[in-house]
């Protein structure tokens, strides 16, 4: 039994026809297979499932007894607490984010402890002075170090460069040969050997005694064992430290990503989780444009998340005035045609990329109502609305000399000529259209009911927002009241994206994360990385972005590796899967059934591991094609086949349809 093959593990999930919607099972499992077949569904959910429906929209998936917790504790009561996430305690969740660092830093602080290209080449030129901190000194110095050895490369003549191209293809045609390691790589594993010789208390400041050329890149030259054994032993500050002597502001992008997961795994309100990232993508910023990975941090940490489950007004406000947003869509570089700055010391002109976007992606939505005259006029209003000393980390100011003078008209209104107080009122305008409130009430009916929302349900949502003042707690609300959200066309009708597939199958698993990096690499290849969509509108919400072969090779790969062990930093056992069932299904009338009946282990295995991962909804043509591929007589009496049986029926579950919705 080869449980390792993506190929045969795709063809199995093709077997399984993953797009295909899931319908409720009834309790009776005949009728339900005979109403899956016809196409038909059950008339109402019934409590159990209207619970694994709500942990499936309002959170990143059930954990093992999440179902019979929420029904124990009332699934009204367990909604309230998560529209009111500071009731619920989270204070596990700090332990886990305690390393990241960065992630409780404010944009001066990440951007003088791990400095921009442009900061250490201010450096260089004696624009700027190194820091007196002899951490931040280490960091400085081998970065130093480092451009200027890019540079040096750059100015290599023409001859070297066309030399460096022969010997490369030289070097290709004895490919096959193992490469020997570089001189660079040789040095840094000397350095590393002399540190771990060291008392752990004394390795850092030793480091800053090697010459910063020999630092360069450090951590990519060492052995996978080495650098472990090494990274062990720093604190995480530390750890920060020698990370950044190769790329600063990477350490800041990467722990914002691993604090994402780490938040979306295990925090306990998970709506506000799920809302968080519903807004991020609303307000979409690449983190990597210019000095956003700056930014980012402060933009979803003290912009989106406060404001998550509150007034839309003040969400808007947050996010256009954050230095991200400004920096992203540029607005922090408009400047009025007719200012006092306009045409000065080189600097150009109006800028419509934010006013066009808070219009088209942020309120009103494409068919809005608005022209590209409002674009230019709104343009306008929000001239001056920049950044002070972007470089350094600087926040939002607004600077009268920028902004464009004289009476504006935007949709219709008009703003006279009052400053900062401009861009309030048209925010404030925006925020509390007709258009706004429909689109808004669409994007979250569609995130949260289906891809293509009830208009009545829209409907009834739009009105909320409007006589609620865009109280987004009370939309959901809303929602969370109708019977749309409770229909059985939505249960389990919505394809999981890849950061909800990645998460919630960590959450089902109880997978301990110590490392989120590899979680992060597979979510690169299945296209999502976070903070990574280059353009404004976001991840798709939709479905079929996510319904391709492409796709769904790279969702089994992550299946593959997760449960064959092969994620570095991910704990993954499926022994204590089979526990977790045990311990929520014993008192499960078919799990009685099979023991009772005194069916093969094989049958019991399947389903104490579905009853564990999905609640007991594997439709029995699906639980007939694992049984049918986890066939292993060895098993029975082989400890290690059955550990492989295990994995691969877990593996088969992840890629069922009934997981792969929500």
């Known amino acids: 039994m080869n449980v390792g093959c993506p190929g045969r593990m795709l063809a199995i999930v093709l077997a399984f026809n993953i797009a295909a919607p899931v319908f409720p099972q009834s309790t009776n499992q005949k009728e339900t297979s005979s109403s899956v077949t016809k196409g038909t569904r059950p008339a109402a959910l019934t409590d159990r499932e209207r619970v694994i429906h709500a942990l499936n929209r309002l959170s990143f998936g059930p954990r093992p007894g999440d179902v019979d917790a929420v029904m124990a504790k009332g699934l009204d009561a367990w909604i309230e607490d998560q529209l009111h996430p500071e009731s619920i305690d989270d204070s596990a969740l700090n332990a886990r984010l305690g390393p990241y660092a960065t992630t409780r830093m404010n944009p001066k602080q990440l951007a003088q402890s791990f ?334 009911v289906s891809d293509d929302p009830p208009e009545a349900l829209v409907d009834r949502m739009t009105e909320k927002f409007l006589s609620s003042d865009g109280d987004i707690r009370e939309v959901l609300r809303t929602m969370l009241h109708s019977p749309e959200f409770w229909s059985p066309r939505a249960y389990r009708a919505k394809m999981k994206t890849p950061l909800e597939l990645v998460v919630s199958t960590l959450r089902a698993t109880g997978t301990n994360v110590v490392s989120p990096d590899a979680l992060l690499q597979n979510l690169s290849a299945m296209g999502m990385p976070p903070y990574g969509m280059i353009v404004p509108t976001g991840y798709s919400e939709k479905s079929e972005t996510w319904d391709n072969e492409g796709a769904l090779l790279a969702r089994i790969n992550f299946s593959t590796a997760l449960t064959q062990g092969n994620l570095s930093g991910v704990q993954f056992d499926p022994g204590a899967i089979v526990t977790l069932g045990i311990i929520t299904s014993l008192d499960q009338p078919r799990t009685k059934a099979i023991l009772a009946e005194k069916h093969t282990g094989l049958d019991f295995a399947i389903a104490l591991t579905e009853d564990a991962i999905l609640p007991g909804e594997l439709l029995p043509k699906d639980e007939a094609i694992i049984r049918k591929e986890t066939q292993d007589p060895d098993a029975e009496r082989n400890t290690s086949a059955l550990a492989n049986r295990l994995r691969l029926i877990v593996a088969f579950i992840l890629a069922s349809p009934e997981f792969q919705h929500r």
């Open 115 to 448: 400095p921009s290209d442009t900061v250490i080449r201010q450096i260089i030129a004696g624009k700027r002075p190194m820091p007196d901190d002899p951490e931040s000194a280490l960091v400085y110095s081998v970065n130093v170090a480092r451009i200027k050895q890019q540079e040096a490369i750059k100015a290599q003549t023409a001859d070297a460069n066309a030399a460096a191209k022969m010997n490369a293809g030289a070097a290709g045609d004895s490919a096959a040969k193992p490469a020997s390691p570089s001189a660079a790589e040789v040095q840094g594993r000397a350095i590393a050997d002399n540190l771990l010789a060291l008392p752990k208390n004394q390795r850092l400041a030793a480091l800053g005694n090697s010459p910063p050329e020999q630092l360069i890149n450090l951590p990519s030259l060492l052995r996978g064992d080495q650098r472990d054994r090494l990274f062990a032993d720093f604190s995480p500050q530390e750890r920060e430290t020698v990370r950044a002597l190769a790329n600063p502001a990477g350490v800041v992008a990467s722990e914002l990503q691993q604090a994402k997961l780490i938040r979306e795994i295990y925090s306990e309100r998970q709506l506000l989780e799920v809302m968080t990232d519903f807004w991020f993508n609303h307000f979409n910023v690449f983190q990597y444009k210019n000095q956003c990975v700056y930014y980012t941090t402060a933009y979803e940490r003290d912009a989106i998340r406060p404001h998550a489950l509150g007034k839309f007004y003040d969400l808007l406000v947050a996010t256009a005035q954050s230095p991200a947003m400004l920096m992203y869509l540029d607005n922090w570089l408009s400047i009025g045609p007719h200012s006092q700055a306009a045409g000065k010391n080189g600097q150009s002109g109006l800028n419509e990329n934010y006013g066009r976007e808070v219009m088209e992606l942020h309120t009103l939505g494409v068919n809005g109502g608005y022209t590209q005259a409002d674009v230019t006029e709104l343009a306008r209003v929000l001239t001056g609305w920049t950044i002070a000393q972007p470089d350094d980390g600087g926040q939002f100011q607004f600077d009268p000399k920028r902004h464009d003078p004289g009476t504006k008209t935007v949709l219709g209104e008009k703003f006279f000529e009052a400053g900062v107080d401009e861009g309030l009122q048209a925010l404030s305008m925006l925020a509390h259209r007709p258009a706004t409130a429909r689109f808004i009430s669409n994007s979250i009916a569609t995130r949260f």
